[in-house]
C-alpha cells in the first residue's frame, strides 16, 4: 500500500507542477520582448534584431558582437517589410541614410529619406532604385517614449543595403 500511496503522491505532485508552470507561461508577459522585423528585397530576405529597444522605460542596446544586417540587391528590386503587431501599434517610419565607412565599419551619416509606414504591418512601397546612392542604410524607426529614457526613438532595427549588378 505503501507503493501505492507514494505513486499516487507523485503523480498529484507533477500534476500540481504541470498545472503551475502552465498558469506561469500564461502570466507571462512578452510583449516586452525585443520584436524582429522582417526583409525581403527580392529573393534575398532578412530578420532584423534591434540595435535600441526600451524595455520597461529602459533602452537596450545591441551587445557589441551584434552586426548590422546586409543584404545586396540588383537595381529597381522591391523592398518589403514586416513589422510585427507591437511595432505597428505604435507607429513606424523608414529612415533612409548614407553611408560613412569608419574603422570599424560602415556606419549610418546623413539621413536622405524618411517614410510615415503608419501602423501597417506591411510596406513595399519603395525599390532599389528609390536611393541615389548604390549603399545606404534602411533603418526601422519607432517615434520616441516619454516613458523611456532613450532619446530619438524607442526602437531602431538597421540594414546596410548594397545595389549590385
Not at 50 to 79: F, H, I, M
Not at 82 to 91: K, L, N, R, T
Request: aromatic share 8%.
Amino acid at each position: 500500500m505503501t507503493s501505492a500511496h507514494s505513486g499516487y503522491r507523485r503523480g498529484w505532485i507533477f500534476a500540481l507542477f504541470l498545472a503551475l508552470s502552465m498558469l506561469l507561461s500564461a502570466c507571462s508577459d512578452t510583449s516586452d520582448a525585443s520584436p524582429e522585423i522582417k526583409v525581403a528585397i527580392g529573393n534575398a530576405t532578412t530578420t532584423l534584431t534591434p540595435t535600441l529597444y526600451c524595455v520597461d522605460g529602459e533602452a537596450q542596446l545591441a551587445d557589441e558582437n551584434s552586426k548590422t544586417a546586409a543584404l545586396e540587391a540588383a537595381p529597381d528590386t522591391a523592398v518589403a517589410i514586416s513589422v510585427p503587431q507591437q511595432v505597428a501599434d505604435v507607429g513606424w517610419t523608414i529612415q533612409i541614410w548614407s553611408v560613412s565607412d569608419t574603422d570599424t565599419g560602415a556606419v549610418p551619416l546623413e539621413q536622405i529619406g524618411n517614410v510615415d509606414a503608419g501602423t501597417a504591418r506591411e510596406f513595399d512601397g519603395f525599390t532599389t532604385s528609390d536611393v541615389v546612392p548604390n549603399r545606404y542604410f534602411v533603418i526601422i524607426a519607432l517615434p520616441e517614449d516619454p516613458d523611456c529614457n532613450a532619446q530619438g526613438s524607442a526602437g531602431i532595427w538597421t540594414l546596410l543595403v548594397s545595389r549590385v549588378g
